[in-house]
């Protein structure tokens, strides 16, 4: 079985400063993580995804986070906010097996404040 | 870039009624999914669909839920007998190979 736990609900940051979103996940299988992103009234849109390769993965719009074995962990970060991150996003595992099921997380609200 | 439309954007329906939700997924993608999100509460897998068959179903898709492709271009997702319980918003998802995810932009049910 698989879990994802984010551990803020709500992030609030000035606009130029490091983001910082966190999540922790538990798989019986080596996992493939995912990060999206829900702006209001839009789809699920992927940031960027892990798939045992390399351990840190850059995604879209400056996004990118690092896959840590020893801490289970896939924490989202960006050097600089921008207005437009204002979103709520979602950690993501899926166990890299035949199952297609995604797993996500409760979600975190990052507001940027001008 | 293509999209996973999803029609409609909002649904209204008594308790008791069935409702039909419909998606048009990436063209050339072969994998399935309905995903669901009730208010304040995490996103929720349904079922996933390839080859004209169910591959994987959650504990949530019971009896009052049915999937079909009825053609090339739809995905649907029929509830029947809503309950308000029912009421959230539906995401339908496609992938090329089943690993690489699109997601329409949802539509919301309310029963009432």
């Known amino acids: 079985a698989q879990s994802v736990t984010q551990l803020d609900s709500h992030v609030s940051v000035s606009e130029g400063t490091p983001v910082l979103l966190r999540c922790n996940y538990s798989?019986?299988?080596?996992?493939?993580l995912f990060w999206y992103v829900q702006h209001p009234n839009k789809g699920l849109q992927l940031l960027l995804k892990?798939?045992?390769?390399?351990?840190l993965v850059k995604g879209i719009n400056g996004f990118e986070a690092e896959f840590k074995k020893s801490e289970t962990s896939f924490h989202l970060t960006k050097p600089s906010a921008h207005m437009s991150d204002a979103a709520e996003y979602f950690c993501v595992v899926t166990p890299y097996t035949g199952r297609r099921a995604l797993t996500f997380g409760s979600g975190t609200r990052l507001q940027v404040q001008p | 870039e293509p999209e996973v439309t999803q029609t409609p954007s909002h649904q209204v329906t008594q308790m008791g009624q069935e409702v039909i939700l419909r998606c048009v997924p990436i063209?050339?993608?072969?994998?399935f999914y309905w995903y669901r999100q009730i208010l304040g509460q995490k996103v929720e897998f349904l079922v996933s669909f390839y080859n004209n068959e169910i591959s994987e179903k959650s504990e949530i898709f019971d009896d009052q839920f049915s999937v079909e492709r009825p053609d090339g271009s739809n995905f649907t997702l029929k509830i029947r007998s809503t309950k308000l319980e029912d009421s959230a918003m539906y995401f339908c998802?496609?992938?090329?190979?089943?690993?690489?995810?699109?997601f329409g932009s949802g539509t919301r049910l309310t029963v009432v």
């Open positions: 063209s050339n993608h072969l994998y």
């Open positions: 998802a496609s992938s090329e190979f089943g690993q690489h995810y699109t």
């Open positions: 892990y798939t045992s390769a390399a351990t």
């Open positions: 798989s019986s299988y080596s996992p493939s």
